[in-house]
């Protein structure tokens, strides 16, 4: 398999991430966009695995893990959010400002 | 360990200790069981004296040299400073031992008739075996810090036993002053003890005394220091000049008190000090002038003031000041066996005086709590012609009256002329030493004098107490009077523990501390006196005592004497004696008033308030308000805020380590 063209997608993934992270105000999105991120990652290490060992498949499998995890606990803190402010606009979240 | 019944001795001082946990215990469950407490606080004294004298023969059979020291426990080893918590059994310090825990049980039987419808009485008995097993660490601690260790604690226990009755302020500021007055000596006590350590490298009697001599340059600044700033210590503790004004305000405690702590034995600290010091004091001569000028001067001014003392009490304390100065006139001098003999003898009836006082006052107290009076019962104008009530008490007190006044062959005769017959000794030599002489003489007649006006004022003559109370004068039960008739033999006939030979005695005691005294008294000129001199010094002193006697009975009119509540006002010389030569007043406007000013004024407005509170404690506090209000900004509470620094962070960390 190409190299190159695997990286080259992998970043242009994760920095759709980033982007979308940085500019979009529902939570959700934003969420989303994170997992991106993730996957771009996931993606580099499977392409990288094939020079330098299995380690890199087996690390997407832990990535894989934490992020369910990591979707369940945080979709999970979406839903109050909403049932609190009726809302999920990160605009609406900075009560730690005063 | 000697394998006989030295071993014995952790006994003494842990046995006062257990009546203190025991005693101090019943204080909080029970403090009614008085029968309980009087057996313990009693009978481990007894117990406690019972081991001491087994310790001494034992300890005298041995005929050793050399002092025995136990090694108990290691106690500060930090480098090449080790000291360990250990026991010394001497010739010194069994003496000593055998004064407290034998004067010391006799008080404590008293007490137990004093102080019987106290509600203290298990606060008291607790303390006073505290008292005891501090005092025994003192004379028993084989070093430096062991023995200030008992110094401390016996410090500690006479500031709780002074204000005993704390509920009224004069007696809790009595207990304070003695505090205060104590810690200046005790400063330099602490200061001596660090340069015998720097100079010595060590703090262990047998090692300091063995290694001073080559140590230190004789005469040198170090070795004057030193021994100066111990006897700073020692006129805090022994209340010499100029730190004697907080003994007669230490009266405030309880008589008994009085008696063991502020007269036989606390006190005598600083003189066993000297004594158990005194290869360094041989070293030293300007130190040893020093202490022999300031007890000779402390003699004579403090029997100066105890003339014109109304409160019973009072002239006691002034003359224990006076008789503690002669024994530093006796140490500073060289004559070591002369200042411990006197210590000894003093022990003994100045316990009975104090102890005599103290049932004086139970039965004047007595009298005037049956009528409901509030008249002073400690003053002498409100007493006279208690003779009549109390026949043994007065006995006793004149025997021990006639003892310290110095007459022959009482016990204080032959210590007090001891003393005296060594300062004219030292007198052939140095000349400063007769003028020390001739204060201990004039302090002898002017304690002959107050004495017997203490006497003549107490007991005879008419009564001055009142009608109605009259009726209510007895002698006290024979728990008090017993402990007294011990004490009034040994006044007697303490003066056989060191006969000199003048009188073909054989000087036991001298003889007996000479394995202690004798490093010291090598390095000091020999001295000898004439037979012939002897008796005229004898003499001289017994004349004195038979003036100061005579003069008090052909000059003083008790018939005359108006009772406390009608007496006109001293005039002239007599009023700067009533009011003890304003030393306390001038103590008072030259430190005590300057320093609360400095206290409040400087260091509690300024200081501690606008420095410390405001610059310090509130600045700090505004300059960080300050600067949470400066970055502020910062959190805006926007998480796309907070996640767009953080990736550029993380793009300018990426390019630091990539570029």
Known sequence: MLLSPALAISAVLFTLGVAGVLLRRNAIVIFMCVELMLNAVNLTFVALAQRLGMGGQIFVFLVMAVAAAEAGVGLAIILAVFRHKQSVSLQNMNLLKD | ???????????????????????????????????????????????????????????????????????????????????????????????????????????????????????????????????????????????????????????????????????????????????????????????????????????????????????????????????????????????????????????????????????????????????????LFAMAPISSAVVSGVGALTALFAASIALKQWDIKRVLAYSTISQLGYMFLGVGTGAMAAGIFHLTTHAFFKALLFLGSGSVIYAMHHAYHATHSDEDAQDMRNMGGLARYMPWTTALMWIATLAIAGVPPLSGFFSKDEILAAAFARGTTNPVWLLFWLFGLAAALLTAFYMTRLMLYTFHGPNRTGEKEREHFHEAPWIMTGPLVVLGVLSVAGGIINIPELFSGNVWLHHWLEPVTQAGATLLPETHLSHATEWVLVGVAVLMAALGIAGAWRLLKPETLAAARQAPEERGFARILRNKWYVDEIYDALIVRPLVWLSTEVLWKRVDQRVIDSAGVNGAARGARALGWANRWLQTGQVGVYVAVFVVGVLLIIWRAVG
Request: hydrophobic letters at 60%.
């Open chain 2, 1 to 279: 360990m000697t394998d006989t019944a030295v071993d014995l001795i952790w006994l003494a001082p842990a046995l006062a200790l257990l009546g203190f946990v025991l005693n101090g215990a019943l204080v909080f469950i029970r403090p009614a069981a008085k029968t309980v407490v009087s057996i313990i606080g009693a009978g481990v004294l007894i117990a406690a004296f019972a081991v001491s004298v087994v310790v001494f023969r034992t300890f005298s059979e041995l005929h050793a040299e050399a002092p025995v020291v136990f090694r108990y426990w290691s106690w500060m080893p930090v480098g090449t400073l080790q000291v360990d918590f250990a026991l010394q059994v001497d010739q010194l310090s069994t003496v000593m031992l055998l004064v407290v825990t034998g004067v010391g049980s006799l008080i404590h039987l008293f007490s137990i008739g004093y102080m019987k419808e106290d509600p203290g009485y298990a606060r008291y008995f607790a303390y006073l075996n505290l008292f005891v097993f501090f005092m025994l660490v003192l004379v028993l601690g084989a070093n430096f810090p062991v023995m200030f260790v008992g110094w401390e604690g016996v410090g500690l226990c006479s500031y709780l036993l002074i204000g005993f009755w704390f509920t009224e302020k004069v007696n809790a500021d009595a207990g304070r002053k003695a505090f205060i007055m104590n810690r200046i000596g005790d400063f330099g006590f602490m200061v001596a003890m660090f340069m015998i350590f720097w100079s010595t490298g060590s703090l262990d009697f047998t090692t300091v005394f063995a290694h001073a001599p080559t140590a230190l340059v004789p005469a040198g600044g170090a070795i004057t220091a030193i021994t100066l700033f111990l006897f700073l210590g020692c006129t805090g503790k022994s209340a010499q000049i100029p730190l004697y004004t907080w003994l007669p305000d230490a009266m405030a405690g309880p008589t008994p008190v009085s008696a063991l702590i502020h007269a036989a034995t606390m006190v005598t600290a600083g003189v066993y000090l000297v004594a158990r010091c005194n290869v």
